[in-house]
């Protein structure tokens, strides 16, 4: 059984035919498609580390069968920085230590990436905390992690204010 | 995983048919469906991709004045929608008490109604367990056990209803609609899951066939909007299941409530809406006298079914502080930690 399905990844149109409907959107990138930035912890959408962008939107690709996702856009820790600038989020990691080990760190990014997108956070530490549950980081680099999403946060939105200006 | 066919219908009719073949199984986002396939617990032969049908994805204030959600609308689009969550800020809280950010984000609003119980025999397919493999026994009587039902149990199963949102939507009295082979039909969600008895392998009043096309709340369930909580007692404050929580809605006129919507979590094998704890608050002054009766009436017929005794006195402080942060009105905002015990309490909200 072949199964097509289009899929926009990091901007890029890509026809995909799968011959099995059991891969999920993490197999397919890791895989076949060779994006291993967005990890395998898991695999049960407990831990967060295959953190990834559907249309916008932070989801655990472990728990995605991708032939049902035909048709979407998808962005992955690789799609992140543009002509080699590092993204606002990812900068702000480097800059508050926001990892030891760093396997669960393309998740935490991906995850800090959409919950900025979501603006329901605001500056509150706590909200931030409580948004980005779903990401564990076993080495505990959780202060790290939230003052770097506060830090990504505040910039982004600067950002954006002077865009409107 | 098990070898499945895919098939991906156009319309309700077609997946209607489609999931008529014995075997088949809805697919939503898969949140849950997946991870049962991945641990070989469920192993359905055909997956019925409902996540291309048109029409299923919207929140609509229907001419009656009730509320219609689409079964695919995401639960995190429903819980920040503006005028949902203004509408019935307990059932927002309690979808913002379930899961990840990343879960809420895939998971959708009927597969959250057809989400199985996440008791740990139930998920391991070495142990015996009657909802799984019916008749092969439970070991969940008997073995590690704080987790499950004081409430609605029998001896062929004591597995919890794992669901927050359920809980909200059981309390305003939420109204289910079905498609299936033999034409539309609604169920109360009351009457919508059904106790285990001894077939606790049928969940649901859903025959074969049958799907979730959309969840409705009546056009009455707003006029509780301005006090209404949802609080959940868990073993994390945030990404954990429920080992008890309420969704508490007053109706309070002239100091005097008049009318109360309860509903428990955690502690029963289905969403439990309490009837009898809300006729005791009809009439009554808000107040912690008012609310430990109504939490003692709530669990009257509760027991142990195994070491988890604990949850009658937990589910009835979880109770009476829902409804004392009820009375004390719905929060502008949703708070930092939706439903967490953690979480500041309103003014004259006193521990209990």
Redesign the interface.
Known sequence: MNLSLTLTINGEQREIVLDDPRVTLLDLLRERLHLTGAKKGCDRGQCGACTILVDGQRINSCLALAISYDGSAITTIEGLAENGALHPVQQAFIDHDGFQCGFCTPGQIMSAVGLIAEAQADGDAERIREAMSGNICRCGAYQGITEAVLDAQAKISTGKERDAA | ?N????V?PTSIAEAVAAAGEPGSAY?G???NL??LM??GVTQPSR?V?L??LPDLGQIEQLPDGSTRIGALV?N?ALA?DPAFAEAFPAVAEALLSG?????R??ATVGGNLMQRTRCAYFTDPASACNKRAPGSGCDAIGGENRAHAVLGWSDHCIAVHPSDFCVALTALGAIVEIEGPAGRREVAMTDFYLLPGDTPEKETVLDAGEMIVAVRLPAEAAAFAGNQRYLKGRERT??AFALASAAAALKIENGLIVEARLALGGVATKPWRVQAAEAVLAGAAPGKEAFEKAAEVAFAEAKPSGDNAYKIALGKRVLARALMMAAAGTPERMP???ASPFAPLPEGVVNV
């Open positions: 995983m070898r499945f066919e895919y991906r697919l986002a898969g949140t997946l991870d991945k641990g997956l991709d996540t291309h995401k995190a920040h899961a990840s950010a990343q879960l984000n895939a945030s990404y930092a930690l939706p």
